[in-house]
């Protein structure tokens, strides 16, 4: 377990939908990810936030955006939903965030299933 | 951040050492060297990072060759429950970059066998 959860851990909608998926990091950790990994991309980089600002930003598509919260909690909002965004998510914690180095804990993910 | 050049597939036969290369021949400086894994679909899980020396942590040990273009992960004593997707990535820049992210390649699927 490695302390960070992520929900829901399934969800199946249709296309045009929008969803959230949510995201608490590890106790103290003040940075969080997401990442998108689907069967022909791989493990993609979409947006990093640290201490409620963000921090970096990856492949993430304009039809998704997220926030972190003041409890440190994040939020994956995907709207517009396609076919193509079929994928597990999988979110991140870190405590330092890229300053010096930093080992980033993962959650289970959530598998995003759109029909 | 550098990029990465690993083997797509190797085998292993239970308890001997696994041995999984990765190529970094651009890497600067002051960039560290991570491995994660990840099995079946669960979350990556790191295991080791290292900059410059060798390290060796309960999970594995790491060498990195004197002019850093190269490394090897080592699992000394491989079990059933190490097969998995690993990952060998080059990032975190010590004074240019203030991110931490991950840029994940196609990554080494160890097949550890009975």
């Known amino acids: 377990d490695s302390g960070v959860t992520q929900t829901p851990k399934h969800l199946i909608t249709a296309t045009g939908q929008r969803v959230t998926l949510r995201c608490s990091p590890r106790s103290g950790d003040l940075s969080v990810y997401w990442y998108q990994q689907s069967l022909d991309q791989g493990l993609q980089f979409l947006i990093q936030?640290?201490?409620?600002?963000?921090?970096a930003k990856g492949n993430i598509l304009e039809r998704f955006s997220a926030q972190q919260f003041p409890d440190l909690h994040s939020e994956l909002n995907l709207s517009s939903l396609e076919l193509g965004d079929s994928a597990l998510y999988f979110c991140a914690s870190s405590a330092t965030g890229g300053v010096l180095y930093n080992e980033q804990f993962f959650g289970p993910g959530t598998r995003l299933t759109v029909l | 951040d550098a990029k990465t050049t690993q083997p797509p597939s190797m085998d292993c036969a239970e308890g001997r050492a696994a041995n999984l290369p990765c190529n970094h021949s651009t890497i600067s400086g002051n960039e560290y060297v991570y491995w994660y894994r990840q099995i079946h679909s669960q979350g990556p899980q790191y295991i080791i990072h290292g900059l410059k020396n060798n390290e060796t942590n309960e999970m594995a040990s790491l060498i990195i060759t004197e002019d850093r273009k190269s490394s090897t992960l080592i699992l000394p004593h491989a079990t059933l429950r190490d097969t998995a997707v690993y990952y060998c990535i080059v990032s975190f820049s010590l004074y240019s970059s203030n991110t931490g992210k991950l840029i994940f390649g196609q990554g080494t699927t160890l097949q550890v066998k009975p």
């Open positions: 936030y640290y201490n409620g600002e963000e921090r």
